[in-house]
């Protein structure tokens, strides 16, 4: 962590807490229930000035542990914790549940299955199945792509709030191949498609030569957290090829659903 946190940082407590403390402290506000907060909630709750607030947070933010939302400034946790997450990755419940239906995707259907969060405009892999074919899709853990035109990030974003959707399609679209959508009015339509059949495709928009398809993951309050998701080379997936594996693509969202929660009304 960086040195530039101040051991000045004054608290409520008779014993001053050291600036490490205070940052780790600051980090442990965060949780399910309130995944953003600003300065002054952080401020009231934790005793200290809101300089010393805005100097811990600045830090943090530089050393990736936090970032903010430009929406509304307030902060999140940041990728450098997922990072370090990822050495206890097994405890993780979405990727723990899910690891058991992608063997069974990857098996039933030949190719890459992957499993992705949605993080700013783009999608993060938190975990990859590669093909066991001689041609296939290779992605790597933590790699990301647009959400826009990716199956996985168009899965998520299908249900996600409009603000999240606005920011995506107000960050760079940039077609990745010739065939990438990247008008944000063909986009909305694309999108309300996919909310209207539950599943994603991607025709060759974020890679060429790939096409894939995805479906959404929600956890036990029904928000969609996640999508898992199966690519491969168009010359094994045409588009008829494609479309019948929706079914066991579906399967395994609504499994990993089910596994982490969530009941359908």
Avoid at 22 to 42: C, N, P, Q
Avoid at 71 to 78: D, I, P, T
Avoid at 246 to 264: D, F, K, N
């Amino acid at each position: 962590m960086s040195t530039n946190l101040s051991s000045s940082d004054d608290a409520s407590s008779p014993h001053r807490l050291s600036s490490v403390a205070s940052a780790l402290r600051l980090l442990k506000e965060f949780s399910a229930d309130e995944s953003e907060l600003g300065i002054t909630t952080l401020a009231q709750r934790m005793g200290l000035a809101k300089s010393t607030i805005h100097r811990l947070t600045s830090t943090l933010v530089s050393e990736g542990f936090l970032e903010q939302n430009p929406l509304n400034e307030k902060y999140r946790l940041g990728l450098s914790l997922f990072g370090l997450g990822t050495l206890v990755r097994r405890r993780m419940n979405v990727s723990t549940e899910a690891l058991e239906h992608l063997h069974a995707l990857r098996d039933r259907t030949g190719e890459t299955v992957h499993l992705a969060v949605l993080e700013q405009a783009d999608i993060m892999y938190l975990f990859n199945l590669e093909s066991q074919q001689a041609i296939g899709m290779r992605s790597y853990l933590g790699v990301r792509k647009p959400a826009f035109c990716s199956s996985e990030g168009r899965a998520i974003l299908a249900f996600s709030p409009p603000a999240v959707v606005k920011h995506v399609l107000k960050s760079a679209l940039l077609a990745r191949t010739p065939r990438t959508v990247i008008k944000p009015a063909a986009l909305v339509k694309l999108l309300a498609g996919v909310a209207q059949t539950g599943y994603a495709v991607d025709d060759e928009e974020s890679d060429a030569g790939m096409r894939g398809l995805a479906a959404p993951i929600r956890d036990a309050s029904g928000t969609v957290i996640a999508a898992v998701g199966m690519a491969g080379p168009v010359q094994r997936l045409s588009k008829k090829n494609l479309r019948s594996f929706t079914p066991w693509v579906l399967h395994a969202a609504q499994a990993i659903s089910t596994r982490l929660g969530y009941r359908p009304d």
